[in-house]
């Protein structure tokens, strides 16, 4: 009985945080071997998002270049992130949904907005709704505004903007955490203008991202700077962690980093502070086994005060947005002919022919037609 | 000069009557005035049926095959004028509300829309019976053509108009027997021909119409004439060229002389011009209430006769209008253009007494030299070669004729896929094929052309010349 009471107290807990699923975007954007760095940066956080419990059908990882099987890989089939070989974020299970020249600016705008052709399969796409918490990871080359794809495209910051605001208002995330790792990052979450959108940089505009260790086996830096502790940071985490989004910011200052990383939450509603890491990282579901049976009438009720307490933004419910649009695929209408001859003309033309006809071939055959 | 000779010659003037009638003995019995009631087709029509049975075989089972898609791409098959996804497109643009000539999209006529908004479903169909009906006007245009040859070669032989040593030239029905049917076949069962119908080209309809004109022509009708061919004029704009041997035809058929002074031509003139230019007026009007605009006039007829459109065909404007400079394009443009209609005057001038074969003539110099001809065109004038089989003993270019047709025929996908898709060649190569296929058709009607006038010669002044004292002589073209 005291455990069915303190079900039925804290059952407001299991609805606090609005999130029901947790998708990750996670994108490398740079080709050639001396980018190492940038594919081990994505395969990390992969690692880590996937160990705290995100599904790889919940990930979407686009790597625009295959390091683990490139010809000047002295251990090929590998991807280490610490010099000395320590850890191998390549490991047997990776899931790689869009790969080498599939990472395009386009490609990415499609998964984040859903605009995808039909015959996309499901393991590439975002089929993200609007109770999804989403985290999005870019990392590669980058400057003032833009970020560079595959070395011969670039994606601005009001693009990206606007693709967020498309999202919003397809109804396909609850909240967004966005992390960028390149120079100049923080230029890139500087135009957002949808709600629920929390964004962290790895150097301010102006300063450059540098990379961490250099491995003299492999011949390149393995690691950017900013990630390499952001892995450290994410190691410590478990599924059950209660570190918030503060101390997430407080990762790689400027004496490790030698660039300042930089966060925006203004236009997050819920309080960082109050936000845990897990809550994007993880896909942390609260199960609670009881024999009992709840009552959720007066959760209801205590639920709809808290949009009103909360102020700005009134969320309208929303019916669930098609993402795979199933129905249109197997049911093809027949195109239906809108136009049609005006009547005056199918009587004048047909007026014209008979007169021919009887003309030419007189007026007896009338009488056999008729 | 020696009596010998003429006494001679008198014998056999006797002999020979004998023997021609001997050998002509048509079946059916002579009327009084030499005019035959309309044969009725059951005596061929085994055969025709056949016929028709194995070209909607043949066409069918391209239809059906995966060649349908690649032959509607081929330039050589179709135009801009004449393409289906166009005709398709345009549909689709008025069902969403557009005008379908907006754009460069469609430029057949409204009345093709018409034709099509209710049979797009049937497409196929439709073609097939296009390419069955210009086959089965044919048959019966060249059928009824020949009746009057040959009647008109009975009175010119008891009227003892042809020179002694001629008679090898003269036809008989027997020879001439099965000329509709192979009319009919050669059209038909032209590899161009069928291309054309499974590309579900329009040009297909442009010959239908073309072939009932000629049909109605012969038959004698004036105002079916007028209305089919202005229809045609509608269509394509050229056949306004055919006016001048529809005319000719017309004032013979009546009987009536190409005399300037005389007002029965003045008035047959006046009559087939006024029936011509109304039905056009008519059909121009209604094509504008179809859509209740204009703007077919400068989609159809401003672009065949400006040619904004350089895609690559077997013509002879695209290579010259893609490098020619912009200030002499209207001038050359002018040119090109009269250079289809200007064969008209000295070749009816030549011609007057033989319409039929001018009408031939005029098809190939339209096929030749229009803005976009496709190979359709070329079959429609390629399909009344039966009906000169005759002239073959002074035919001289057959060889080079057709081995020109068939190399280049079988040079053209080859070399456009060197061009567009191995980029090992580039336009000069295609044009060069493109001018060997229009010479050898150039050589095939100039040639024709020479056989048909000088058996003309030969029938008036005989076949083996003879100088005044009996010694052969030859005679030298300077």
Redo the contacts between chains.
């Keep these: 009985h005291t455990a069915g009471c303190f079900i039925t107290d804290n059952v407001g807990q299991f609805f606090s945080s609005g999130h029901t699923n947790n998708w990750a975007v996670l994108v490398c954007t740079s080709r050639f071997w001396f980018n190492y760095r940038h594919v081990a940066n994505t395969l990390s956080v992969y690692r880590s998002v996937k160990r705290l419990g995100i599904p790889d059908s919940h990930i979407v990882l686009m790597l625009a270049d295959d390091m683990a099987c490139n010809h000047r890989n002295p251990k090929p089939a590998t991807v280490f992130s610490h010099k000395n070989m320590e850890l191998n974020v390549y490991g047997d299970d990776v899931e790689v949904d869009y790969r080498g020249y599939e990472v395009t600016v386009e490609n990415f705008l499609r998964v984040l907005t859903g605009r995808l052709p039909p015959s996309t399969p499901r393991s590439k796409r975002l089929l993200s709704d609007d109770r999804s918490n989403i985290l999005i990871y870019l990392t590669g080359h980058g400057g003032n505004g833009f970020l560079k794809f595959q070395d011969s495209e670039e994606i601005s910051n009001v693009e990206l903007a606007d693709a967020f605001e498309q999202m919003w208002q397809k109804r396909r995330y609850n909240e967004l955490l966005f992390i960028i790792d390149t120079c100049q990052g923080a230029s890139m979450y500087e135009r957002f203008y949808s709600p629920n959108l929390m964004a962290l940089a790895s150097s301010q505009v102006g300063e450059d991202s540098l990379s961490h260790q250099p491995d003299v086996g492999i011949g390149v830096h393995l690691m950017d700077r900013y990630t390499f502790y952001l892995l450290e940071f994410l190691e410590d985490i478990h599924p059950a962690s209660k570190t918030c989004m503060n101390d997430l910011f407080k990762v790689c200052p400027k004496s490790q980093c030698v660039s300042t990383p930089g966060h925006r939450t203004d236009l997050f509603l819920r309080d960082p502070g109050s936000v845990l890491v897990t809550d994007f990282f993880g896909s942390v579901r609260k199960v609670e086994i009881t024999m009992d049976s709840i009552n959720l009438t007066s959760v209801v009720s205590h639920r709809k005060e808290e949009p009103a307490a909360n102020g700005e933004l009134q969320k309208e419910v929303y019916s669930y947005s098609d993402q795979l649009p199933v129905s249109e695929i197997i049911h093809q209408k027949p ?8 009547d ?2 199918i009587l ?2 047909w007026t ?1 022919i008979l007169l ?1 006809f009887f ?2 071939y007189g007026i007896k055959h009338l009488k056999h037609i008729f | 000069m020696q009596p010998h000779t003429v006494k001679h010659g008198q014998f056999c003037s006797l002999k020979v009557h004998f023997v021609v009638y001997k050998q002509l003995n048509f079946p059916t019995p002579l009327s009084r005035d030499g005019r035959r009631a309309a044969a009725p087709l059951s005596k061929m029509a085994a055969p025709l049926t056949l016929l028709f049975l194995l070209a909607v075989t043949v066409r069918a089972a391209l239809f059906n095959s995966s060649l349908k898609e690649l032959i509607s791409d081929r330039v050589e098959v179709v135009s801009p004028l004449t393409a289906w996804k166009r005709v398709i497109e345009g549909l689709a643009l008025l069902d969403l509300g557009v005008s379908p000539y907006s754009g460069d999209v469609f430029h057949e006529t409204p009345l093709v829309i018409y034709l099509f908004h209710f049979v797009v479903d049937y497409a196929e169909v439709t073609f097939m019976l296009a390419d069955l009906i210009t086959a089965g006007c044919l048959y019966m245009a060249v059928k009824d053509y020949n009746k009057q040859v040959f009647r008109k070669q009975k009175f010119a032989l008891e009227a003892d108009r042809y020179p002694l040593d001629c008679l090898e030239l003269i036809r008989s029905p027997k020879e001439m027997h099965y000329i509709p049917l192979k009319v009919a076949m050669f059209y038909l069962l032209n590899p161009f021909t069928i291309l054309s119908c499974v590309a579900r080209s329009t040009c297909c309809l442009n010959n239908a119409v073309i072939a009932l004109f000629i049909l109605s022509t012969i038959k004698g009708n004036l105002l079916l004439s007028a209305v089919f061919l202005s229809l045609a004029t509608y269509q394509c704009l050229y056949p306004l060229v055919l006016v001048a041997p529809a005319l000719l035809y017309l004032l013979q058929h009546q009987y009536i002389p190409v005399n300037f002074r005389r007002p029965n031509f003045w008035w047959l003139v006046a009559q087939y011009l006024f029936m011509f230019g109304g039905s056009l007026l008519v059909v121009v009007c209604l094509s504008f209430f179809l859509l209740g605009s204009w703007d077919f006039l400068s989609s159809v007829y401003g672009f065949i006769l400006s040619v904004p459109d350089l895609t690559p065909n077997i013509g002879l404007f695209w290579y010259f209008f893609a490098e020619m400079f912009e200030h002499f394009r209207l001038f050359f443009l002018c040119v090109f253009q009269i250079n289809v209609f200007f064969y008209t005057i000295p070749l009816s001038l030549k011609l007057k007494d033989h319409p039929v074969f001018l009408i031939f003539m005029q098809l190939s110099i339209i096929s030749i030299f229009k803005s976009y001809p496709t190979v359709g065109d070329s079959a429609l004038y390629l399909s009344f070669l039966p009906v000169w089989t005759h002239l073959h003993r002074f035919l001289r270019n057959i060889f080079l004729v057709s081995c020109l047709l068939l190399a280049s025929s079988l040079l053209f996908p080859v070399l456009w896929h060197l061009w567009i898709y191995a980029g090992s060649a580039n336009s000069n190569f295609y044009y060069a094929i493109t001018l060997v296929f229009n010479v050898a058709q150039i050589l095939l009607v100039s040639d024709y052309f020479y056989a048909f006038l000088r058996r003309e010669h030969h029938l008036t002044y005989g076949l083996y010349l003879k100088r005044k004292d009996g010694s052969e002589a030859a005679m030298v073209l300077k």
Excluded at chain 1, 335 to 342: S, V
């Design positions: 195109k239906q002919r809108d136009w049609h001859p005006p005056g003309f004048g033309l014209l021919v003309q030419t």
